[in-house]
């Protein structure tokens, strides 16, 4: 009796196994959707991205709907009162090594700017680090949701390589997004790369989205340390700052000078992205980089540019804008070298409020003519 007892009680347990899992692999992925982010304790100022959680209480995700759950966007309904603001690009905006105040948002957001007719300029940091405007637009295609009045783009020519665009992990795990955007906007991507990840049928299943679950429960528990400290970086004491002798090499991501090929840049993606604002105004800004002026400085910029490749992609990029009638910001040269700390992008707060003080003159023309 007994035995058959049990033999019942197991069966029935694989049985309630078997098919919660197959409801979880048959529901859309919306788990990231559930948060205690602006309910139990505030929302991030920018996205989660962390390398070593245990001291920044942060960690590195790729789900979208947890990414923007947990940040201070998702806040309830967009006030009556607000001219919402949001700002796309890379690490550079992010604000590696920097604190959230100290960033290209923090410092816009502090600025206390308003509309001719009263309403409050918030600025919203929609930074992530990688380089690519692919992982932008899917950002973007999820901000819109969210009721932007201006969308500021910040890029830069490293995201623009078209070999690039589906390497990214960011975007090679989130295959399904990137197929809506290249059916919704034809874009000249490939469906098809190889780095784009697959997930089959199985994978779906509960047991098999072990690390993506914990990651999420690991970001909520984070989010207590965050509410307590507003760390959600490590800051460390020295790193390594960034080169200004280079090699007399003046090769760019493999190609030789002296005709950069508009081929092999995604152009075509910056259309795209006014085609999905629609009719919220979008500013897009070629954003601060590193000038040396030490060995082989008359070959390259930084470690990144050579003077021929990074020249060439300005002028590409003024005229797209010009026949496009885009609304661009050219401040490629603005910060001096002595402001860039571990990167030909990163900078520091000072770095930050120059570029600042620019983006405030842009946001005001738009906001109050």
Known sequence: MNAIFLRKVVLRGLGLFIAVNLVFASLPPRVGDVSLYNRIFPGRMRFPYGENPSESYNLSLFDLDAMFASHVISDGTKPANEYRVVLIGDSALWGWLLRPEETLAGQLDAAGQTTCDGQKVHVYNLGYPEISLTKDLLILDQAMRYQPDLVIWLVTLKA???????????????????????????????????????????????????????????LQLYGILWAATGTDQVYPADYQHVRMDFEADATFDGMQPPILDESTLALPLLEASLRMAGETPVILVNEPILISSGKNSDIRYNSYYPHWAYDQYRQMLAEKAAAGGWNYLDVWNLVPASEFTNTPFHMTPQGESLLAAQVKLAIQHHVCP
């Open 160 to 218: 623009f390589l078209v070999d690039k665009q589906l390497t990214l992990p960011f975007v090679t795990h989130n295959s399904a997004r990137v197929d809506s955007l290249i059916t919704r906007f034809d874009l000249p991507l490939d469906p098809a790369a190889p780095d784009l990840v697959r997930p089959g049928f199985w994978d779906r299943f509960l047991l098999s989205q072990r690390r993506p679950l914990a990651d999420l429960a690991r």
